[in-house]
């Protein structure tokens, strides 16, 4: 709440303005000068823009030709943060400081401590046009922008978010930037922070961060198939954990321990959680009928069990999980260099009936693959000229067969999911996630962007191409059966 205090002087009220007119002249003449020079081959460009940005900064430093104060008070200090400022300046930037400086000199503005602590770097991105952040700071800087309407800085800071998501800290930051954005109606950060966790939730399930998930975030990652894990007994052990220390109402927790999928768990290691989990324990009522049906799952053939449940819902769809019975690790050094192949093997299914079925995989990898409206074309004229292909025109290309054919495949169809691994701010976390189906061998648009040629490339980790191949079986209902 803004309140007079003051008359603004006539004197310093003139140089402002004219030290604000000098700016935008300034900036006028410079995008004329450079209209002027085009097409001419003596042309040069002087420019002191820089010099310009240190007179404006010397201009806040000091207060020189000041027209307007602004007082910063905070609800836990008596003492006001003051600075000296020029009306023009601020009114250029924020449409708010452009009211509130309309008919008074003297403003004093009311902030919380962590956005008081950053007023400074906030008027000086008014001046100057940049500001440096942390990752603590970026709630509180965006806060400032969108309070005061300064539309540029709240966009840097909405970017800067997306892209330092990766970025590691003592206490973790990705869940808080969320919670943020659900509150602000974010829709773009709140997805970027959802993919982000979906896409590296065991290193979140290890950290502090975990505990300051939401019961709503929580609930909004367990709906999801894409989550990368280890396994869904690591989600169910950290999802007890959680419950372990929010202690939230019966019908809440409920409804998060009916989103585990409880087939995807061994029976020895359902048995061990009947028998050993306390927060099972208090809330098996709840999920009995689920640990049922894992039990029958695993127990009849798939084929089987399709003819009486239902197992096109997500209960019976894998997540990304990292085990080794579900894919395998691949590094690719010098991907640049020639063509590359590989082959493992995965479990036929999660069920504990085709325990010991295996299914073969080879995969294919070419760094320079030419799509057939890109390769040379012979013809018969005259001429016979063939144009040149470059190098540069291929593109990766991962292609993903079984080696064998197999009754046991009645029934199933393999999803096959690709993880490409990055180091980011030193850490090496999952960047795309591919997913095609069985009708297709091959994925569309892998690494479509990647410039796997040069050595500094961000897919490469060491010179190295960072993959990790999954394979989901999703069962299908081939007969109906009228109960």
Known sequence: MARLTGARPVAARRWGCAAAAVFLLLLTVQAAQKADLSGDATAATINHSLTLLQ????????????DSVLRVRTATSDEAKVFHTHQLLLSLQSEVFESLLRNQSVVTLHEPPE?????EKFIRYLYCGGVSILLHQAIPMHQLASKYRVWGLQRGVAEYMKTHLASES??????????????IGDAALQESCLQFLAWNLSAVLGS????????????LLLERSDLVLHSELELYTAVEGWLGRQQPEGPMAERVLRAIRYPMIAPSQLFRLQAQSAVLARHYSAVQDLLFQAFQFHAASPLHFAKY???NCS???PRNYLAPSWGSQWVINNPARDDRSTSFQTQLGPSSHDAGKRVTWNVLFSPRWLPISLRPVYSDSVSGAV???RIEDGRPRLVITPAMSSPDFAGVSFQKTVLVGVRQQGRVLVKHAYSFHQSSDEVADFLAHADLQKRTSEYLIDNSLHLHIIIKPVYHSLIKVKK
């Open 208 to 219: 502090a961060e975990w505990g300051s998930v939401s019961v709503e975030l929580l609930l």
């Open 309 to 311: 449940f239902d197992v």
């Open 55 to 66: 007179r404006l900064q010397e201009l806040l430093q000091h207060g020189n030709g000041s």
């Open 170 to 183: 003592s206490q973790g930051h990705v869940v808080g930037w969320y919670h943020y954005a659900v509150r």
């Open 387 to 389: 144009q040149p292909v």
């Open 115 to 119: 956005t008081a602590a950053l007023f």
């Open 315 to 317: 209960m019976f769809l």
